[in-house]
């Protein structure tokens, strides 16, 4: 834990000591969404009915690993909390909102892609169709 705190002070520290060039050059220090807050429906492409129990996962739009994760209800819904962390954010084009939506189930082939953010938010009207394994 000790050294979890050091770590974290010395990224601190790193950011603090290159905060005025930063600054300088009209860059803003935010808190933002590293990962979106998302929300979907899983159905399977055969049947049309839920599928409950799949593992839901999205990674951040500048990276591929799976930041949050969760499984889907048994009316095949899900969920997802946003995870937020300081950025340096340079003004020099739209900020990439999103992220890689990952849906897994032993019975169905994974399916994996990129969906957008509105205002910070995905809710993914269309649902998330799993095709079954032959």
Known sequence: MRLLATVALVGIVRLLAVLPLLVGMSACVMYL???????????????????????????????????????????GSFSLPAQRRLMVVLPIGDLVNGGHLTVEHPEYQKVSKFVAAMAWRIDLREPILLTPLP
């Open 33 to 75: 969404p590293d990962t979106p807050p998302v929300s979907g429906t899983v159905l399977s492409k055969k049947t049309r009915q839920p599928v409950a129990n799949a593992e839901v996962s999205i990674a951040s739009a500048m990276a591929r690993e799976a930041k949050v994760r969760g499984v889907t209800d048994v009316d």
